[in-house]
């Protein structure tokens, strides 16, 4: 990362209030629940009963070693090109996703604001969000916060490249039956596309509040570098003032990308297009939340699966439109 891009963040963190830097503290270590969201026990049972048969199937594991090789060659596409795969990665990967994604929604005060007495519609949009993680975290934390006294409803869209629908299908029927029970508060929509063609009319960018791309940046990036940067200024330029993107990858090099003969980290990149030059800071967007390392570790006491739970270490941004 450039110096000067380090020194601006380093005196963003300076300039906090006191009590922001409370806040600050779980941008380094996310608690591994808040009141703000169901508890992680509920999360887990929700991937228990919906995938009973696949987390019963002997087949399972080899599927999971499948998806493996297929991350690690960062084949992203052919990771999950088949149901086998799809439902192997929501078996194996989603579950400790989720958790963590609740854990980071719930306590980014803004997000929380989204949905806390709240009587309009919030509408969110998931990129890359198929596999359900941000899903099934943003119905955990909105099933949390709204209250019978309020109207608001959620309306979450997902798109991804891969058709995850059935997927998709199979959370929503469970969140309705047993986390909100008035099936008018929550409004899902999945889009099979590909979000860099930008031609999809069924998203409709000025009316969100919030945008969500968690682990899909280094993909877009690695897919098609061009249209990933015409798809932030789209961003720049679509979105309505005062609207959220909430983005995350992980931590450290794996999130670098190579132009030429150096390396930036993504985030670097992502910055520059959204906020601006290091230093001008006279972009589209303004960072209000950021780490650039961020743990979120499993507590066993608390949780029991039978797939391994996985600690997360990421780093984050959340921006707001100016
Ligand atoms: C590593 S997975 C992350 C899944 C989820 N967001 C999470 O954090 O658990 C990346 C997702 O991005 C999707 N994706 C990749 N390229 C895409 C594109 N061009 N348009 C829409 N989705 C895309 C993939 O199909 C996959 O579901």
Redesign the pocket.
């Known amino acids: 990362m450039s110096s000067r891009r380090s020194q601006k963040y380093q005196s963003r963190h300076v300039d906090r209030e006191p009590e922001e830097e409370v806040q600050q503290d779980i941008t380094n270590q996310l608690p591994f629940t808040t009141t703000n969201t169901l508890e992680p026990s509920q999360i887990i049972k929700l991937y228990e009963h919906s995938f009973r048969s696949v987390l019963e199937s002997p087949d399972l594991l080899d599927h999971v070693q499948t998806v493996k090789g297929d991350?690690f060659n960062r084949d992203?596409?052919t990771?999950?090109s088949d149901e086998d795969r799809r439902l192997a990665?929501v078996a194996r990967?989603?579950p400790y996703?989720?958790l963590c994604?609740a854990s980071l929604f719930s306590s980014l005060e803004p997000i929380v604001e989204l949905f806390k007495n709240n009587d309009n519609t919030s509408n969110v949009l998931?990129?890359?969000?198929?596999?359900?993680?941000?899903y099934v975290a943003l119905v955990s934390v909105f099933s949390r916060l709204r209250n019978s006294s309020n109207s608001g409803i959620l309306s979450a869209q997902i798109?991804?490249?891969?058709d995850?629908s059935s997927i998709i299908n199979s959370i929503e029927k469970y969140v309705k039956s047993y986390w909100i029970h008035n099936p008018d508060k929550l409004l899902t929509d999945f889009v099979h596309?590909?979000?860099?063609?930008l031609n999809n009319s069924r998203i409709n960018f000025e009316s969100l509040d919030l945008i969500?791309?968690?682990?899909?940046t280094?993909?877009?990036f690695a897919?098609?570098r061009p249209e990933t940067i015409k798809f932030l200024q789209h961003l720049n330029s679509n979105c309505k003032s005062g609207s959220l993107l909430l983005i995350?990858e992980s931590a450290g090099s794996f999130s670098n990308i190579t132009i030429g003969t150096k390396k930036f980290p993504v985030q670097f990149l992502v910055d520059m297009v959204l906020v601006g030059k290091p230093g001008e800071d006279n972009g589209a967007w303004e960072i209000i939340e950021e780490s650039e390392s961020c743990w979120y570790r499993i507590n066993p006491k608390e949780v029991d699966y039978a797939l391994k739970l996985e600690n997360m270490r990421f780093f984050f941004r959340l921006y707001r439109k100016k």
């Open positions: 991350l992203y596409i990771a999950f990665y990967w989603t996703r989720s994604y998931c990129v890359g969000g198929g596999a359900a993680s941000e798109i991804d490249i891969a995850w596309d590909d979000i860099l063609k969500t791309l968690l682990f899909t280094n993909e877009l897919e098609k995350a």
